[in-house]
């Protein structure tokens, strides 16, 4: 069953805390990725994953960092969140160099900083 | 700068009518360009991907169009149902490589009434 899972679904935090988004894959992809999703805006990339310990920037990468220890599993980490990381954050994988054919996405999660 | 624009940015219309989505990018170069529809409060759900110039594709209801020269896509949807309320998300991958990045559009907000 081809899926990409991300926990939790909402998450509200308060500015100072740190926050561990989740992502997994049972497709053995060894791209991933973290995006947010901005109201008016498309979706941008924070990071991009090759394979396990090989990640790099995206476009949006300040604020946040990431942990690729297995394939399967993908995590954005914000250390003291602020209120401008409000979003809605979507993990997707994909085949590398195969976007086109194997791109997945995650249901998001909701994140809110008071 | 914005590499991919849609319009029209929200569209209504009434159940059983057909509707037109356009896309255009200015990412280059242009390996592919996927088309997504997204529910309230979900993911992104894959509709069609185009790779080819001059690709069409036809997914039930869904058709789409893709003009490499004009770097220009369209989505048809046929005969509209209530369900097809969503936001459709155009997206365009640059190559056809490990390194390839995706580059978003913010999508055409759909509303459907009875």
């Known amino acids: 069953d081809m899926k990409v899972t991300q926990m939790p679904r909402y998450l509200i935090k308060r500015m100072g805390e740190n926050v561990l988004l989740e992502c997994g894959q049972d497709?053995?992809?060894?791209?991933m990725y973290w995006y947010r999703q901005d109201p008016g805006l498309g979706l941008q990339l924070i990071y991009i994953?090759?394979?396990?310990?090989?990640?790099s920037e995206g476009d949006i990468p300040k604020g946040y960092r990431v942990s690729r220890k297995k394939r399967e599993h993908f995590s954005l980490i914000l250390d003291s969140a602020k209120t401008n990381q409000t979003s809605v954050y979507f993990c997707a994988s994909s085949l590398p160099g195969r976007s086109a054919e194997t791109l997945y996405f995650g249901s998001g999660t909701r994140l809110t900083v008071l | 700068k914005t590499q991919v624009e849609q319009s029209p940015q929200s569209l209504v219309v009434r159940q059983g009518e057909n509707c037109v989505l356009q896309c255009n990018y200015s990412v280059t170069p242009d390996n592919h360009l996927r088309w997504f529809k997204q529910d309230t409060g979900k993911g992104l759900v894959s509709l069609t991907v185009l790779v080819h110039e001059n690709d069409k594709t036809s997914n039930g209801r869904y058709s789409a169009t893709l003009d490499k020269d004009a770097k220009h896509s369209t989505l048809h949807i046929t005969a509209t149902l209530l369900d097809d309320t969503a936001t459709y998300i155009c997206v365009v991958g640059d190559r056809g490589s490990a390194l390839g990045r995706l580059h978003f559009g913010a999508g055409t907000q759909l509303i459907v009434i009875p």
């Open positions: 497709m053995s992809h060894e791209t």
């Open positions: 994953s090759y394979d396990v310990d090989s990640n």
